[in-house]
């Protein structure tokens, strides 16, 4: 474990360096800000009722409105079991500990992704190993993957990135042949669908987050498992609580990662907006697709066995410094564009020492430098996401002209 060393000076990534100045100044945003504001108000009655009804039962963890969630969060994913975990990190973490992943083990995982996917790799003791990916969906492929397969290698760590799905028949394939157990993070994914089938029921495991700003949040942090295997449901709700399946009998080293009672109220009521949601955000994007077409801006790909659920919408400039133009001129705008994720994981300090180098990664780390998101979220208008757009082309009408 490396040591935090507060004398010396922050390294930022080299791909964050133009990006950090931009970010730095001080700009009030009235496009893309309050999401989840404008989502109490949708929901305050329900949600005060849920809670209201939680709070004189005495009954605050492992109660019934887990189970009840767990039950309709599985329905949802046409999965056969749900697990309520702590957040999503740790439901990432607890599902490959259910896999078995251990130290000396290899767990394969895009260079691209936010770091609680890496980190629960190292949390087991295992070694992420990174991959690139593919050019139009910036998602795991299975030729990139293959290569990267050694005898340590013991499972897969695909993230359907942004809401996009992950090309799942291929890698299934190719664990099997190589007897690898896969682990969908579907913290982007919340309804997203693979020829039609749901996010949580494509792998072996699978890991969401309950942030609040995903595509469906807690009021704080939450997460799941989902799995059609009830050996590994049975092992994710052991691990999950200190490692009992008899009270006060622990047989493993457990963990202390449940979801509570009241978030788990207060998800139950968004669980039935979900698919409500997502098509707002679908809806937005097709704005987004139709008002951006004859840009240069690189727009979302969706490819045919996707239902893409747009947990951010990803454009991607000519160059980084178009991009950092681009997001300076919103900005000063109003509008509140960003970059996520502005630098690929093996290039943060966390993962230095392991010697990967960006151009390792030439499509991620391309991206990193290039990635421009904008306003996306349920509750944005779309006279708000129109004039975004419109900005975006002012910007390049000014350019051009
Ligand atoms: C949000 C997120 C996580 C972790 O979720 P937390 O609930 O914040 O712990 C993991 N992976 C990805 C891709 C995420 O976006």
Redesign the pocket.
Known sequence: MTKIDLNQPLALPDSMRALASILASDHEITIGEGHLERQYAEIADEVQGAVAAVLPTGKYTLGPNLKRFEQEFAAYCEARHSIGIS????A?HLALEALGVGPGDEVITVAN??I??ALAISYTGATPVFVDVDPQTFNMTVELTAAKITKRTRALLP?HLYGHVVDMDPLMALAKQHGLAVLE?A??AHGARYKGRRTGSLGHMAAF???PG?NIGAYG???AITTNDPDLDEKARVLRYVGQRLKFVHEVIGFQDRLDELQAAILSVKLKRLDEWNDRRRALAAIYDEMLAETPLQLPHVADYAYHVYYSYATIAPTEAERNRLLAFLLERGIGGYAMYPAIVPMQGAYLHMGYKESDFPVASGYARRVLNLPLFETLRPDEARRTAEAILAYYDRAAG
């Open positions: 957040s999503g990190t740790a990432l992704t936010y609680a996917t993230v993070d913290s982007h987050s309950f942030y995903k942090d939450g997460g």
